[in-house]
């Protein structure tokens, strides 16, 4: 039993979105009944039930537009059941850090056949836009943990969404990674090196292939039959090839 963290709800597989509302009813029965002891959800005891109706508000949103049919009257229970009022706030449980919990989770899930591979890359792309969008608004610079550069945020590696154009050493989004903050007095030197390595990958970006993805308006990758990497014409095999051929040649003098 869990509350999947409020950002994966449009993306959950619709069994487990159906899953997840059965779980929420059995939160709010055992709730009221004063039994709710489960480690994993016994935490939303702790905050006003404004917080609950709150998650209940955007789960059953999410069964709306999937056409997924429910009991409204149970969503009436679970709104009498919080004095009818709401935070839009999502729990302060659901961060970043529960957000990674969370996709190790269904990774899990995945590797054990659980969940499909059009389903596993919808979870993939939402969770490479979030933590791109933490790297963003939390304003920090994320080093590679061999030869202390900037990394450079990319798809061109199954698994490996972070890259270092200097050592050519790749990594997963959820990396020892070194975490160079805004308030950093080093931070306006890396922020530099970090663009110019952005700019330097842009050019060469556009004509690598990523290994694990579809293409839009591919007849195969609408099928989701196989990855575009496992169909390429020729002219995309030339142009990946020498695209890598590229990065790989890339040094940086270091002083």
């Given at each position: 039993m869990?509350?999947w ?7 959950l ?6 899953s997840q509302?059965?779980?929420c ?13 489960h480690?994993?959800v ?5 905050y ?8 209940i508000?955007?789960?059953s ?5 999937r056409?997924?049919?429910?009991k ?19 729990y302060?449980?659901h961060?970043?850090?529960y ?17 499909t591979?059009?389903e596993w ?7 490479r ?20 550069e ?5 798809f ?18 959820f ?9 950093d007095e ?13 700019n ?22 609408e099928?989701r039959?196989e990855?575009h990497y ?8 030339l ?5 890598r ?7 940086f003098?270091k002083?």
């Amino acid at each position: 039993m869990r509350l999947w963290d409020y950002r994966l709800l449009k993306v959950l597989p619709d069994k487990m979105i159906v899953s997840q509302w059965r779980e929420c009813m059995a939160i709010k029965r055992q709730w009221e009944k004063g039994t709710l002891k489960h480690r994993l959800v016994s935490y939303v005891q702790n905050y006003s039930k404004d917080y609950f109706i709150a998650y209940i508000v955007r789960l059953s949103v999410e069964l709306d537009n999937r056409n997924i049919k429910y009991k409204h009257k149970y969503f009436e229970e679970f709104y009498k059941f919080c004095d009818g009022k709401y935070y839009k706030e999502p729990y302060p449980e659901h961060n970043d850090r529960y957000l990674k919990q969370c996709y190790y989770n269904l990774q899990e899930k995945y590797d054990r056949g659980i969940i499909t591979k059009e389903e596993w890359q919808k979870i993939e792309d939402l969770i490479r836009k979030e933590v791109w969008m933490m790297s963003i608004f939390n304003k920090t610079i994320e080093l590679c943990p061999y030869c202390k550069e900037p990394l450079v945020w990319t798809f061109i590696y199954p698994g490996a969404e972070w890259y270092c154009l200097n050592c050519k050493n790749s990594y997963p989004m959820f990396c020892d990674s070194i975490s160079i903050e805004k308030d950093d007095e080093d931070f306006k030197y890396y922020e530099i090196k970090q663009r110019i390595y952005k700019n330097i990958f842009k050019a060469i970006e556009k004509d690598f292939i990523p290994k694990r993805c579809y293409k839009n308006k591919c007849e195969k990758c609408e099928k989701r039959e196989e990855y575009h990497y496992q169909h390429l014409t020729n002219l995309e095999k030339l142009k990946d090839k020498v695209a890598r051929q590229t990065l790989k040649r890339i040094k940086f003098n270091k002083k």
